[in-house]
């Protein structure tokens, strides 16, 4: 907390998982550093649980432990959790570490809202584009409509076609 709080990051600390989950959904924090050894509900299901809600699935969650061994690594990247931090750690390892990951996240969620901003525009091009294919069609109709009255009257009337100098009978 201390060394965090040195750089400027405004922290947040929860005293077991369970204050955790409630302080995360009410917060939205940029960042949750996790230990594993907690009262009343250790980090691993504190993270499946974060990353199971709809409101801190995003958060990416680094876990900061003494434990170091093969599976309590592949049990933190499997609750969820984004890297691993062995105690005792060195200040500038955490630090560059929160830092990669705020990036990472900060980043992510940019492309995240470019990609559905080009969703947005592709579904607009689509209509227009159905729009207009719909107008064709509109156009392509009225035109055979034309055509076919066009000749009834013809064959009606015994004439072969339209006949006239003036503009109107020429455009027609």
Not at 93 to 116: S, Y
Request: charged share 30%.
């Amino acid at each position: 907390r201390e060394t965090l709080e040195r750089e400027g990051y405004n922290i947040i600390a929860a005293p077991s998982g369970t204050v955790a989950l409630e302080l995360a959904a009410r917060t939205q924090p940029a960042l949750i550093l996790l230990d594993i050894m907690m009262p009343d509900m250790d980090g691993f299901e504190t993270c499946r649980r974060l990353k199971a809600e709809k409101s801190t699935t995003e958060i990416p969650v680094i876990f900061i432990t003494a434990k170091d061994e093969t599976e309590s690594l592949v049990d933190g990247f499997s609750a969820g959790g984004v890297d691993y931090i062995t105690k005792p750690f060195k200040d500038d390892e955490v630090l560059v570490r929160v830092r990669n990951h705020l990036t990472i996240h900060h980043l992510t969620q940019a492309l995240k809202q470019k990609n559905w901003e080009l969703e947005q525009e592709i579904a607009t091009r689509r209509q227009a584009e159905t729009a207009r294919d719909q107008a064709e069609n509109a156009r392509q109709t009225a035109d055979e409509q034309l055509s076919f009255i066009s000749e009834h009257e013809a064959r009606r009337w015994g004439i072969a076609g339209f006949f006239g100098k003036s503009q109107t009978v020429a455009k027609i």
